[in-house]
């Protein structure tokens, strides 16, 4: 098998080299490695350096949760002087599914003037932007559309159906996580969302929980492998066939060549 990780955060790894092995042990060949802000983007600039199996594509960028102008600009900075290391821009976002950010206008409008620079980065290098948009689809939606961007994925999409219909329709993608076997919005949205226009993806090190069961496990890239077998069993693919479709997707969205 040979899989790719499209959204991981491998600078927030605690056994990082144990966590790679196992991934190559998986059938992993790929990890895109998003950034959340300057120390992260400098990380993963490094591990890319320093790991050569799986193959490390770096995204950078400041996420919704560390929204600040500043170091926006310096992260910025760094993307322009590493631009032949830079794969995608993210994950960046907005993120109003906290009531003291959704009742906070100033923080909601830190967070738009942050997510809109690295929209504008991303149209002008002609790079993907992987985008978090929880709790603000619509208007995640509407800013990505109206800077200008090309390509985007909305990553771990568990938002409105009709706003995912609208992203899909503008040529957009969507990613499926590990949460897609017990998270009934996540299998609606990927039920809907065509193979042509889905990544999949861990986000480690997220710690998944089945709400009824109380089973969970702590994300490390190799779990690609599980989000690959319950989205095919949802589709009703043959894994194979799934995986050959989301392999491809991958490569053309991030423009990872063979």
């Known amino acids: 098998m040979n899989i790719i990780d499209t959204h991981a955060h491998l600078d927030q790894l ?38 050569q199996h799986p193959l490390i594509y770096v995204g950078m960028g400041v996420h ?4 600040d102008k500043e170091e926006a600009q310096e992260c910025l900075s760094l993307i322009h002087e590493n631009r032949d290391a830079l794969t995608a821009i993210g994950e960046i976002g907005l993120d109003f599914w906290y009531k003291n950010v959704r009742k906070n206008e100033e923080k909601k409008q830190e967070q738009r003037r ?5 929209l504008e980065a991303a149209r002008d290098l002609s790079v993907p932007a992987v985008v978090h948009s929880r709790g603000a689809w619509q208007e995640c939606f ?37 949460s897609l076997a017990y998270s009934p919005q996540s299998r609606a949205a990927m039920e809907r969302a065509p193979i042509e226009r889905t990544l999949i993806e861990t986000d480690c090190p997220v710690y998944y929980k089945d709400p009824q069961t109380g ?6 890239p190799r ?28 490569k053309e969205f991030f423009g990872i060549k063979d």
């Open 14 to 51: 605690d056994h990082l080299d144990e966590d790679l092995h196992n991934a190559v042990q998986a059938g992993v060949v790929g990890v895109v490695a998003v950034s959340i802000g300057l120390d992260s983007c400098r990380r993963n600039l490094e591990i890319r350096r320093t790991r």
């Open 64 to 67: 919704p949760s560390e929204a």
């Open 114 to 118: 942050v997510f809109r620079l690295f």
């Open 142 to 178: 509407e800013t990505v559309k109206d800077v200008g961007v090309k390509k985007a994925v909305f990553h771990w999409y568990s938002g409105p159906v009709d706003v995912l219909d609208d992203l899909l329709a503008e040529g957009y993608y969507v990613s499926a996580s590990p």
């Open 215 to 220: 089973e969970g496990f702590q994300a490390q």
């Open 223 to 250: 779990d690609v492998v599980r989000t690959l077998k319950i989205y095919a069993q949802l589709k009703g693919l043959e894994e194979k066939d799934a995986l050959e479709r989301l392999n491809r997707n991958a």
